[in-house]
């Protein structure tokens, strides 16, 4: 892609009202642009890398068996009120139709997905069933914050997964860690399973994903071993002896990237979604939830992984995988042989912008390689990785086999 | 895939409410499932076609410049004031937040998008620009019918162009009729380019892209010369000299399956979207709108291709290219054999289903090649197109060399 023609400019100054570093980089670097507070358009580069952590998402949860659907996001009253939620839950949007039919604005989806399971799951032989979506959700939320990490507005996977057995649930929620460390680990990030509150369904703990970073917002205690609770139902506190191996407890700042609940039976007996197992008897179906907000954690990327420069995007995630800038004519041609050969480049092809001001544009946009072709470098192309500071001349037969 | 696991069942009763073909047989076959009047669930053989109609479209979108990004649902009440629409677009579903702020949820983008281009958008260097987006529209129909056709809330792409003058809008107009035809070709429709109403932004015509069939909520007059006219608009009827060639004009029932707009200066005098030109003079920004309803389009396709057995999926856009039937207990091996070879396939693994009711469900589900392994075979397998009558023996290899 030429730069020229790219729909978006990066800029020196912030967008009013950013207060988040992940809101302040995305935007001066031309990822997003924040509509209203917690509402976000997503602009070429942003839709790139929200499109490949999509991607990513896809794949580990086909690992997993789960199928692919779309649920709708007007939801009828009745199916709140049929667990309770229509009033409980503050975030939920509420729409009355010219008809004066009542709608929620879908923030998850067990009152569409549980009823719609009811039609299709009737015996032991239909279970266990792994549906999810990546789609967008609604939060009514009083005070939008933090960037792309609180909207009203956000793109979201949500994966609910049906059992005969709490046992068989319980294995698949133990698949699902599994599946959603790789997750992270591909999006550049070291998530920490962390025992969390399982909400009003369950007295069993939920699982959070949490990545250290100095402005997260929420707080754990943390042992290396593997143990880690949320403050909010630790009984432990930084500088305790680890219950697990003894060591003492660290405090740490964190992000949220993804959860994972065991919602029992809750939504099952609401609805009664009820299977006849092998020996006739009719039970209800065990239900688990598993979330990853996809615009969360393009905003926790940025968060975990930045400098004073600008973002630094992990290579599966990035816009493009190279950023061509040339200084001298020679620019064309070495696109178009990158081009011809499918390597995926950005080319700064501005003419009216300074050498100084592509690398600075380069630095905030974050591309993983950076390709220079200067006077300096004659024959060669200068190729420098955004998170090192080595520069090595390269030809670019290096770069086609790279690819 | 395994259609044991597959979530999904064939039914041989309608849905209750469906009134419409596309609606019928696309729930009968497990594709969609309704949640409410006008609000569907796509199912993950729903999802796939959806995947790949949206895929094409992207195709063809890119290969005329356009570039990806998402726009928000959730629009602040001010955008649609500044257009006027707030208060003149009946379809507008409205929205009050806990803090009292009213949204639009958007049935439409320019609200969004021009006061975006404006700071993009500065000098006649900026233009033209191309954007486009694939994602759900809201709208609040009073009587939401006809399956996919007319819904509250559907999958949309819609096109944005802007230009420095109103003969190159004219000239990307043209382009994007060439690149619509190929769309619905690509789906398997032959698509009349037909001349209507402007709305109320310009006093030329718009152009919409009809699709004949019985069912048809809309009526076109049309001549094989290429002359064709909405009857909203027409000066002319079935039977009158077509004004072009001097033949008979036909009546036709048809479906809308796309439209463009030549929108001229309305929204960019709204949000005074201006660009300096090359001389240094000032002037607004001649904008172009293009819409395919994508979920639409899906029930388009069945509407047009179907027989009284079920649906005749084009090969572009079927879920899956094979639908492997197994009588005897040769299955599983020719199965995993394909799946091997990266063959797109669906293996009927039903244990408790009759091979009669197998070869039902594949006409209704109408994956456009059916192989049936029996006794008959041999070691051969049988291989009937959804469209075709004739049979004929095929080897694996046949299968392995056709992908």
Redesign the interface.
Known sequence: MRQ??????TSKTSESGAKSVNHDLLARAGFV?Q??AG??????L??RV?DKVSNIVRQEMDEV?G??????????KENWETTGRWDSM?VL???I???KSEYA?GPTHEE?IVP?AK??IFSY?DLP?S?YQIQ?K?R?E?RAKAGLLRG??F?MKDLYSFHASHQDLKDYYEKMKTAYLKIFSRCGLKAIITEASGGSFTKEYSHEFQVETPNGEDTIFYCPCSFAQNKEIAKHKAGDKCPDCGKKIQELKTIEVGNIFDLGTKFSNDFKLTFTDDKGKEDLVAIGCYGIGISRLMGAIVEVRHDKDGIIWPEEVAPFDYHLLSLTDKGEEVYDDLVKAGVSVLWDDREDVSAGEKMADSDLIGIPNRLVISKKTGDKIELKKRDEEDVKLISIKDVLSDK
Request: glycine letters at 4%.
């Open positions: 020229s023609k790219l729909f978006s400019k642009d509509l209203m509402v976000y358009s997503y602009l070429p942003g839709q929200l068996g199928q692919e659907i779309s649920l709708p996001a007007l939801h009828p503050d949007f509420k729409i139709s010219q008809s604005l569409v719609l039609k299709f032989r069933a549906l967008v609604f009514d009083l009203r507005e793109l």
